[in-house]
């Protein structure tokens, strides 16, 4: 039975990259010039810091556009508020790596209120779908991609005929 897989990844190795990017865009600009901002990567998390909040919001724009040329979707960041201290501003950002159990339990209940023939399994932190056709598993892939909220990153890995 054909199947596939819905989850929500991105490739760390990119994302590096993307925050190399970000940095060397930061340095580089006429309106950062003698300003001291700065992007870290700590895993999962990517660590803004500069000297005003306004900063931080065209800081977090560049990281946007870094991540979205390399192939990482911008939905995955989860940002926290701005931490002002004085002469230093920082934000956090978290790079969502995988599907909450709520977030599954609302696309498997999206894909049986479609009522197509597919079945659908909780697996840990991402949902399988199988189903006798092809045609209703692609059918699935087009209803979540046109449905996915907003803070959704969804990735269709692992298809099997």
Do not use: W, Y
């Amino acid at each position: 039975m054909p199947s596939f897989d819905i989850v929500s990844e991105f490739d760390k190795h990119e994302a590096s990259n993307a925050v190399d990017q970000a940095n060397r865009e930061i340095q580089g600009r006429f309106d950062f010039r003698g300003v001291t901002a700065s992007f870290s990567l700590d895993g999962e998390t990517v660590a803004l810091e500069a000297e005003a909040d306004f900063q931080l919001r065209q800081m977090l724009d560049v990281l946007r556009n870094r991540l979205i040329a390399r192939g990482i979707d911008a939905r995955c960041m989860d940002v926290a508020e701005p931490e002002l201290s004085g002469v230093r501003a920082r934000q956090t950002v978290r790079l969502k790596q995988g599907l909450e159990a709520q977030e599954t339990k609302d696309i498997v209940k999206r894909i049986k209120a479609s009522k197509l023939k597919v079945q659908a399994q909780i697996q840990g932190d991402q949902v399988r779908v199988t189903g006798k056709k092809r045609d209703d598993l692609q059918a699935v892939m087009a209803l979540l991609r046109g449905e996915e909220g907003p803070d959704l990153a969804l990735q269709f890995n692992n298809f099997r005929d």
